[in-house]
């Protein structure tokens, strides 16, 4: 288990690598009917569109993001960062 880095959420949320990235997702600690990430057998990660999640009978996890206060700015700064280097590769590659 992990802690959310926003100041103002702290809430403690686990990591779930997603299958088809690779990367971790930070979902909510606890199960959640109205989630969208599945953890398979093989204990990697896959989101369900809205009519997958709405029919799946399984245990289901929410994004941290849905509940975290901060995930709007954290998620900006996010993808800001990522196009910034993005866009540092493309002018030295």
């Known amino acids: 288990?992990?802690?959310c880095r926003?100041?103002?959420c702290?809430?403690?949320i686990k990591f779930v690598?997603?299958?088809?990235?690779?990367?971790p997702m930070p979902c909510e600690v606890e199960p959640d009917d109205l989630g969208n990430i599945v953890v398979e057998a093989d204990g990697l990660g896959v989101k369900l569109s809205r009519t997958e999640a709405?029919?799946?009978?399984g245990e289901k996890w929410m994004p941290h993001?849905?509940?975290c206060p901060g995930a709007g700015e954290f998620r900006k700064r996010f993808y800001v960062q990522k196009s910034e280097h993005h866009d540092?590769?493309?002018a030295t590659g």
């Open 10 to 12: 702290r809430a403690e």
């Open 65 to 67: 993001w849905r509940a």
């Open 88 to 90: 540092e590769e493309k």
């Open 6 to 8: 926003d100041p103002d």
């Open 1 to 3: 288990m992990a802690t």
């Open 54 to 57: 709405i029919h799946y009978t």
């Open 17 to 23: 690598k997603m299958r088809d990235s690779g990367r």
